[in-house]
């Protein structure tokens, strides 16, 4: 399984990020390339939402060098990094409670090209169709699962070329892992959506995976593919235990 291409879309070389004196990244190298599945794993306070933020600029690497397509990204502001293509779907789901769903899909989209609106909403409710059922709901009163829908249909409102997913299973039954993992495949493979996505649901997220990295106290530990990780003892001592499900 090899979809992707050999086109680097995201370089992190070396990067170190500080909130005040805490050191919480500590020199991480990691790729992404064009078409590719790439999960972060690592256990709590690792640092992988560190990571995930410092990519969008906030807070911004302290030293080190991001590069998206090419570009040096690592001290422009977060609209003009969110602005290049990139959507992020944050830990916590954050939505807006109190817009219905369609309000939220809108807020997620280009608004200067409408021309494309119709047909994002249509992508967005074959992959949750529970979102068109929902359309007229408040944010709020979603079930979490379909607030975790709603948080990545929204991110891809904005037609990414790169989506960034924080934990996008935290929280979830196995049947909505498991349809929430299968829309993620879905776009990689239709659309060749490229995706970094951090989990603590390891099992899951390697086996999607093309390639992952483990992160232990902000260092980036062991790569490879998604089935060699899982196949290693390390890991599956260490993140596998009651995820396989
Ligand atoms: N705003 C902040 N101020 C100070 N320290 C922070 C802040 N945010 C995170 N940290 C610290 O940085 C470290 C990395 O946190 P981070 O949220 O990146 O971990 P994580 O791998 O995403 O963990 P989890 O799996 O629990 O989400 C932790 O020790 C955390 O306490
Ligand atoms: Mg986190």
Same mark, same amino acid.
């Given at each position: 399984?090899?979809?992707?291409?050999?086109?680097?879309?995201?370089?992190?070389?070396?990067?170190?990020?500080?909130?005040?004196?805490?050191?919480?990244?500590?020199?991480?190298?990691?790729?992404?390339?064009?078409?590719?599945?790439?999960?972060?794993?690592?256990?709590?306070?690792?640092?992988?939402?560190?990571?995930?933020?410092?990519?969008?600029?906030?807070?911004?690497?302290?030293?080190?060098?991001?590069?998206?397509?090419?570009?040096?990204?690592?001290?422009?502001?977060?609209?003009?990094?969110?602005?290049?293509?990139?959507?992020?779907?944050?830990?916590?789901?954050?939505?807006?409670?109190?817009?219905?769903?369609?309000?939220?899909?809108?807020?997620?989209?280009?608004?200067?090209?409408?021309?494309?609106?119709?047909?994002?909403?249509?992508?967005?409710?074959?992959?949750?169709?529970?979102?068109?059922? *929902?359309?007229?709901?408040?944010?709020?009163?979603?079930?979490?699962?379909?607030?975790?829908?709603?948080?990545?249909?929204?991110?891809?409102?904005?037609?990414?070329?790169?989506?960034?997913?924080?934990?996008?299973?935290?929280?979830?039954?196995?049947?909505?892992?498991?349809?929430?993992?299968?829309?993620?495949?879905?776009?990689? *493979?239709?659309?060749?959506?490229?995706?970094?996505?951090?989990?603590?649901?390891?099992?899951?997220?390697?086996?999607?995976?093309? *390639?992952?990295?483990?992160?232990?106290?902000?260092?980036?530990?062991?790569?490879?593919?998604?089935?060699?990780?899982?196949?290693?003892?390390?890991?599956?001592?260490?993140?596998?235990?009651?995820?396989?499900?």
């Amino acid at each position: 399984m090899s979809a992707a291409s050999q086109e680097l879309m995201l370089s992190i070389r070396g990067v170190e990020t500080f909130y005040g004196k805490i050191q919480a990244l500590r020199g991480v190298d990691v790729d992404v390339h064009a078409g590719e599945i790439v999960t972060l794993i690592g256990a709590n306070g690792a640092g992988k939402s560190t990571l995930m933020m410092t990519i969008c600029g906030s807070p911004q690497a302290r030293s080190g060098k991001i590069l998206y397509r090419g570009d040096d990204i690592t001290h422009l502001p977060t609209h003009d990094i969110m602005s290049r293509s990139i959507a992020q779907s944050p830990e916590g789901r954050r939505i807006f409670s109190r817009m219905t769903v369609m309000e939220n899909l809108q807020m997620g989209a280009i608004l200067e090209d409408p021309s494309t609106f119709n047909a994002d909403l249509e992508k967005v409710f074959h992959l949750f169709p529970r979102l068109k059922e *929902r359309r007229s709901q408040r944010g709020g009163t979603l079930s979490g699962g379909e607030q975790q829908m709603l948080a990545i249909g929204r991110a891809l409102m904005s037609r990414p070329k790169l989506l960034l997913l924080d934990e996008p299973s935290l929280g979830l039954a196995p049947l909505i892992v498991k349809q929430i993992f299968s829309a993620i495949g879905e776009l990689n *493979r239709t659309e060749g959506l490229t995706v970094f996505l951090v989990e603590q649901n390891a099992f899951h997220a390697l086996r999607l995976a093309h *390639r992952g990295y483990v992160m232990v106290n902000g260092s980036i530990t062991m790569s490879g593919t998604g089935m060699e990780l899982l196949s290693r003892e390390e890991v599956r001592s260490a993140y596998l235990e009651g995820g396989a499900h």
